[in-house]
């Protein structure tokens, strides 16, 4: 048998064409290479059952691993989203460590395990994606499965200093070193990575930029994700428009409404360029769209409450009759829409405290009219601003900083417009969706994470 491609990831296309990031980005992949897409079911049943439920789709096979309402607690909502996704983004004081949910994590990996092996052939390229299923590859091998198995880290590494706040922090290692490539987003990860390596007993980086772990060789490569340019441009002029009055600037934000996103800093942001307004400036709207996401955990109900305050403080504030300066929509946009929302706005506000990529910002530059383009001002703690250096980079946690550059944004004369956003865009297509998935599957095909004597025999 040839090869086939295996993806895992909790996410699954559903049957009507997935929305966006990282669930587009898998589907567009299969539907071109064939193979199977293996992943949570997106509803509850009272009893696991004792195989993957097979679901056909257009190009490939979807087999479904369905949840419990006690696994989604403990695995899902719980390890990781309440332990692994804090504390990657830095946040290791939201993470909300309770019984049960690591004993559910691994029972999910481990029932994950025993069902793929009915699925799995000898010659399968495995390729598993994010926090859920960090053990899989180790529940694999334990199987017997000696496949290459990649796996893709979509959000940040987590830095050395946090990871103790991680009671498994030990295993996380090990469970890496079962996979053949470790992919990453950027290079700030790559450097994470390395160095919590370095203090990791029985691990070793080598001149050739692989890592010994254990007795196994792991590489590991930062690979960052990108949009398909040409279908999100494709959606643009087919959603409604956002009405303004003459003379009004538009200004975009679009996130999952999540602590790592940095939304109260940027409506803050917001509020010092009104508060020092000028008779210069332009009077501009900001538009942000922050559709409710893992609403069951507390950390998220708390930043819906403080966006809505301040919203509601500084429309009081800076509002008039027939003007408000924030609007803010917690429902999810049609992506048509969003398309035609992004290239009407003059900016495009993309300030995440910390940020795996952030496709968002790729997105917003994909829509722009090259003759007449927004700017994109971007946190320099987003992975994306490692390729896009020419927006406009601030610090998320300054909203002085922000501040002015959303000024600055609104200022800028045309032509270092369309130059900046000439430069982004090319970057754009260059190393778009399928550039991502070509590279990353290419490396896999090429590195054996051969098993090597152990370092002290
Ligand atoms: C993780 C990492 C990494 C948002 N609101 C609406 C909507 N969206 C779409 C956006 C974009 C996607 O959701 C969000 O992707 P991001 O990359 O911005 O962020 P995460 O969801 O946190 O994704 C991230 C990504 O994985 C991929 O590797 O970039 O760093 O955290 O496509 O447009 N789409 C629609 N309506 C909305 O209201 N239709």
Redesign the pocket.
Known sequence: MGERLVVVSNRVAGDRPP????V??LHDCLTQMGGIWVGSGADLVEAPAPALRHAPADGYDRYLLDLTEDEQAQFYLGYSNSVLWPLCHGRTDLMQIKRGQYAGYRAVNARMADQMLDVLDPDDLIWIHDYHFLPLAEELRRRGVTNRIGFFL??PFPAGHDIGALSQSDALMEWLGAYDLIGL?SERDVAQFIGTSRQHPGTEILMDGRVRMGNRLVAVRACP?G?DVAAFQGEIGTGEAVTLSKGEKLIVG???L?Y??GLPQRFDAMEHFLDTRTDADPTATFLQ???ISRGEVAAYQDIRQTLEQKAGAINGAHGTPNWMPIRYIS?????AE?AGVFRQSAVGLVTPLI??????AK?YVAAQDPDDPGVLVLSRL???AEQMTDALQVNPYDPTDMGEAIRTALAMPLDERKARHARLLTGAVHEDIHWWTRTYLDQLRQVRAVPVFPLSA
Do not use: T
């Open positions: 929305a966006g990031g990282l587009f980005a979509h959000i987003q994700i949009i679009v996130d999952r999540d790592s996103k769209v922050a559709p429902q999810s946009m049609d992506r969003l940020d795996g990529m952030n496709l968002v997105e987003a992975g994306a």
